[in-house]
């Protein structure tokens, strides 16, 4: 997913790549075409947590990066934060990316 674009911009590339008129797409999400138009243009702010869920995975996107996109995470990952919000922040700040790809690879 590119760090530069939008959350609009994503969905709405994700969207014209499978083909979908805008019309169409936001009859499948459930969304009013005016929503989604100003939403992918950036007028509007992404929808809630469960809506871009649905759009991630009917584009073949990352749901969590999708999410990101949004300035937003997962609520289960915010219920594990904050059942030891000390412990997650404190691990977060210590370790660097290269660190938790690696912990993550030894889980596999």
Do not use: C, H, W
């Not at 911009?9 to 969304?31: G, Y």
């Amino acid at each position: 997913m590119n760090k530069d674009k939008t959350f609009g911009e994503i969905v709405r590339e994700a969207r014209l790549k499978i083909n979908i008129t805008l019309r169409k797409f936001a009859s499948e999400m459930a969304l009013s075409p005016t929503f989604v138009s100003k939403m992918e243009v950036g007028e509007y702010m992404p929808p809630k947590e469960e809506n871009i869920i649905k759009i991630a995975e009917f584009l073949g996107l990352d749901k969590d990066e999708l999410l990101a996109k949004a300035s937003k995470v997962s609520s289960d990952i915010q219920n594990t934060i904050l059942e030891n919000p000390k412990l997650y922040a404190s691990f977060l700040r210590k370790v660097d990316t290269e660190e938790i790809e690696e912990i993550l690879n030894k889980l596999k």
